[in-house]
Nanobody, 122 residues
């Protein structure tokens, strides 16, 4: 079992940056692959980025590639999402997720945080 808590969301102007954090409880954090997903109003939840348990493998959605960077610090039980060059289209609730294998589908993750709101103004 792992519990996830996101933070770092907020309001930012287009072109700005934010860094999201996801802190996990439990001593088995390093066993889990982690992912970031987002859901905008009226839209389905979509994949943003994922990282393997070691951090050696990362996946990105095409829409964020080159602008977002996913990372993790297993010693701190924390995963990060550095978001640069934000646009209004990035506005959404961002969720972190965890499970045994890295993947791009929300169906592949059993553990979820409550989400943090990111709003990008034009």
């Amino acid at each position: 079992q792992v519990q996830l808590v996101e933070s770092g969301g907020g309001l930012v102007q287009a072109g700005g940056s934010l860094r999201l954090s996801c802190v996990a409880s439990g001593r088995t954090f390093r066993r889990y692959a982690m992912g970031w997903f987002r859901q905008a109003p009226g839209k389905e939840r979509e994949f943003v980025a994922a990282i393997s348990w070691s951090g050696g493998i990362t996946y990105y959605a095409d829409s964020v590639k080159g602008r977002f960077t996913i990372s993790r610090d297993n010693a701190k039980n924390t995963m990060y999402l550095q978001m640069n060059s934000l646009t209004p289209e990035d506005t959404a609730v961002y969720y972190c997720a965890a499970d045994g294998l890295i993947g791009r589908s929300s169906n592949e993750y059993n553990y979820w945080g409550q989400g943090t709101q990111v709003t990008v103004s034009s």
